[in-house]
């Protein structure tokens, strides 16, 4: 849904509906720059554009230089993806392609994830193309919307999780035992897990490379650490 105009937009700010991202006409001053500022301390993404970008994108003609971007997708809090002695939790650190996101929900979903954690701004969220793209799955797991990634994981450590960050240059994935309260950490599709976020994290797992290439999709590799949390828990349970 698209809510057009500088006073609409403001107004839209003090609700609590959930603002997938504000585009805003480059060189924002007077109110824009206003409605720029709010739109950071709150953490909603903000992309600035060209007016052309605006006009085509707008419904009613009358933008004003500013479309906000709302869902009608209902995010979980943190509290409430917390799971059992064997819960696993995703988190998104910088996911921005729609793609990737739709394909994370799918594998979470489908590995029996408690539910994933994404970042207010500077990532996707899950949009209309998002929950489409994960063949529905957006429907089954919960997806809590957090200000910082970083203190996401300190909350789930406190609730006596292991996050662990999936990235090159650590300990083969598999080489740990994943039982337990299991947090996993996926990043972004060029910078992967940033510096600070794998230094919150318990530890760095690796998954080897034998090719040419030298990285792995975002959703690929995820696909790949839940399902060693999976075979992990099978073969506790079987003994």
């Known amino acids: 849904m698209k809510t ?15 603002i997938e991202k504000i585009m805003l006409e480059k060189g924002a001053q007077g109110t824009l720059g206003k409605i720029f500022a709010e739109a950071r301390r709150q953490g909603v993404r903000v992309q600035f554009v060209d007016r052309a970008v605006l006009d085509k994108e707008s419904v009613t003609g009358h933008h004003q230089g500013v479309i906000a971007i709302t869902t009608a997708f209902s995010y979980s809090e943190l509290e409430e993806l917390y799971g059992g002695e064997n819960s696993l939790i995703v988190l998104c650190d910088g996911i921005e392609d729609v793609h990737n996101l739709g394909s994370i929900l799918r594998v979470a979903e489908c590995a029996g994830a408690d539910g994933v954690v994404i970042p207010n701004a500077k990532g996707a969220s899950v949009t209309e193309a998002v929950i489409r793209i994960s063949a529905g799955a ?18 789930l450590q406190k609730a006596g999780y292991w996050v662990y960050a999936l990235e090159a240059g650590g300990e083969s994935i598999y080489s740990k035992k994943l039982t337990g309260k299991i947090g996993l950490v996926v990043g972004g599709e060029d910078s992967g897990v940033k510096r600070l976020t794998r230094e919150k994290c318990d530890g760095v797992l690796s998954i080897p490379l034998f090719g ?3 990285s792995l999709n975002a959703s690929v590799a995820l696909g790949i650490g839940v399902y060693e949390v999976v075979r992990a828990r099978l073969e506790e349970q079987n003994g």
């Open 212 to 214: 040419k290439v030298n």
């Open 138 to 155: 957006a429907e089954h797991v919960r997806v809590a919307k957090v200000s910082s990634v970083n203190h996401a994981i300190e909350e």
């Open 4 to 18: 057009e105009g500088r006073n609409a937009v403001l107004e839209l700010l003090k609700t609590d509906k959930t």
